[in-house]
Nanobody, 131 residues
Framework: QVRLVESGGDSVQAGGSLRLSCAAS????????MAWFRQAPGKEREGVAA????????FYADSVKGRFTISQNSAKNTVYLQMNSLKPEDTAMYYC????????????????????????WGQGTQVTVSS
């Protein structure tokens, strides 16, 4: 069983930046797809960004391309989401999720931003962007 813990959420003004972290324990060097999702009040959870740890391949939702960057620190079993040029519409609870397995690369490429299929989820961290 893998436990995911998000941190870094905060309240910022539009145009500001935040860096979210998601730490996984226990450590695993398995192939995995790691992703960030978000859910605003009254809306469905949506994929924001995903990364495959095998090659470092990254995938982004159109709404965040050019503003958000997903990255990983394999040694720390941690995935990050650097969020720049934040907008009020980025306000949401942000969750990280891991899918672990030999097919994680294909999963990340074809379904990485879908909410279904992930093995583990964190509890979320709140991001609030004011105008």
């Amino acid at each position: 069983q893998v436990r995911l813990v998000e941190s870094g959420g905060d309240s910022v003004q539009a145009g500001g930046s935040l860096r979210l972290s998601c730490a996984a324990s226990p450590y695993t060097d398995s192939r995995k797809c790691m992703a960030w999702f978000r859910q605003a009040p009254g809306k469905e959870r949506e994929g924001v960004a995903a990364i495959f740890n095998g090659f470092g391949s990254t995938f982004y939702a159109d709404s965040v391309k050019g503003r958000f960057t997903i990255s990983q620190n394999s040694a720390k079993n941690t995935v990050y989401l650097q969020m720049n040029s934040l907008k009020p519409e980025d306000t949401a609870m942000y969750y990280c999720a891991f899918e672990v397995g030999l097919n994680s690369g294909d999963f990340c490429r074809t379904r990485g931003l879908w909410t279904t299929g992930y093995d583990y989820w964190g509890q979320g961290t709140q991001v609030t962007v004011s105008s």
